[in-house]
């Protein structure tokens, strides 16, 4: 089990939080047929995702996959962003974050994040609404090699069938105990006084041949 279509009363078993989880963090009630992912507000100076327990994920299945997901933001602050994560020792994502006056998608890639390294985005363009899909395509770089590299490419679209490439194709690395996962996000800034969320329409899960 890979897919969630968030119909039913609880998260499929593939789930794993990042950390032992509390209840207030998510909800499949508030808006049926979605799960409402709340936002964690950084507590600290952090950097980047690795300290962060409110990222929903699931184990990699597949050599050779394409990740789609729907997403309805809505942020409460400046800063807030959401996301199709993958994530290991290294990390990389697609988003969406509240800035001023606009909403803004990027490509963001955290290196050696474990020892607290910051993220870095490679590429970020204006969006032109709060709901969007992500789509995340991974893929052997050499499929004739002992242990293949592996690759990951991220695009978006406004109506899930027209995606668009954002950023270039990144490295999957391994997570510390287990191989790399995928999944979701929702972060605010610190400071923050008041949880945003994001509504997650579908989480889909496809193997490439």
């Known amino acids: 089990q890979v897919n969630d279509e968030f119909s039913e009363p609880d998260l499929g078993l593939q789930w794993q939080w990042n950390s032992n989880y509390k209840k207030e963090w998510y909800s499949l009630t508030e808006n049926e047929g979605y799960l409402r992912l709340f936002s964690e507000i950084y507590l600290n100076d952090e950097d980047n995702l690795w300290n962060i327990g409110r990222l929903l994920l699931q184990k990699i299945p597949a050599p050779k996959l394409t990740v789609e997901t729907k997403l309805d933001f809505n942020p409460e602050n400046i800063g807030e962003k959401a996301g199709l994560l993958v994530y290991g ?8 974050e509240k800035r001023s006056d ?20 490679t590429e970020e363009i204006k969006s032109e609404g709060k709901q969007i ?31 668009k490439s954002l950023g270039k194709p990144l490295i999957v690395k391994e997570g510390r105990w287990v191989g790399a996962k995928i999944g979701l996000f929702s972060i605010s800034p610190k400071g923050s006084t008041k949880n945003g969320y994001v509504d997650i329409d579908w989480f889909r899960v496809y193997e490439n041949k």
Request: hydrophobic letters at 35%; charged letters at 25%; proline letters at 3%.
């Open 89 to 96: 020792m290294d990390y990389s994502y697609i988003g969406i």
């Open 102 to 121: 606009s909403y803004i998608l990027s490509l963001v890639v955290c290196k050696d994040a474990s020892n607290g390294k910051a993220e870095e985005i």
């Open 133 to 163: 899909y992500f789509k995340a395509i991974i893929y052997p770089k050499n499929e004739d090699d002992i242990i293949p590299e592996v690759i990951c490419s991220y695009s978006y679209s406004i109506d899930g069938k027209n995606y």
